[in-house]
């Protein structure tokens, strides 16, 4: 993990992606590098630099956080949520990064798989999620509700 001197951390490399494991992230800005997807095909400009960047956060890490995309899939979802669908003022992007959560045949071969479960909720949906104190008067199915996914990409791979 390259640790910035104006507090910025990237995340290139699979194992500096896995301190977030498991752990849900806002996404702040969606910026296609080398890809870009036309009639549905992934097209990558250069193959030696990543797909895209994310600026995220993450409560697990403080300050800006960015993120580079390799996998087709994770970068697919990424533009499928952000340049397919979009995003509306009400809405913020989450996502999970996970290898933890892939399916016992996926651990195998887990460098080569996608691992961003990417969602649209609704906005605030990141702060109940990591702040059980959040909100308080939401409670059981309409915390549940006020967290839910409005639409979700979820690779096959994952549990």
Known sequence: MEEKTNSEISLLKSNEWEVIDGEPC???DFTPLSGSIK???VFAFN???P???IRFECK???GMIT???CHKMD???LWAA???RGVQENEEVIFFYSKKHLKSYAKLFSALMPKLWVMICQKNAFELMIDPNSRPELKGEARFLAERPIAEWKPEVMK
Request: proline content about 0%.
């Open 26 to 28: 806002k996404v702040i």
């Open 82 to 84: 952000f340049k397919e």
């Open 67 to 69: 993120g580079f995309i």
């Open 51 to 53: 797909y895209a960047s």
């Open 39 to 41: 009639d549905g095909k």
């Open 47 to 49: 193959s030696s630099t």
């Open 60 to 62: 697990k890490l403080s």
């Open 75 to 77: 970068f697919q979802h």
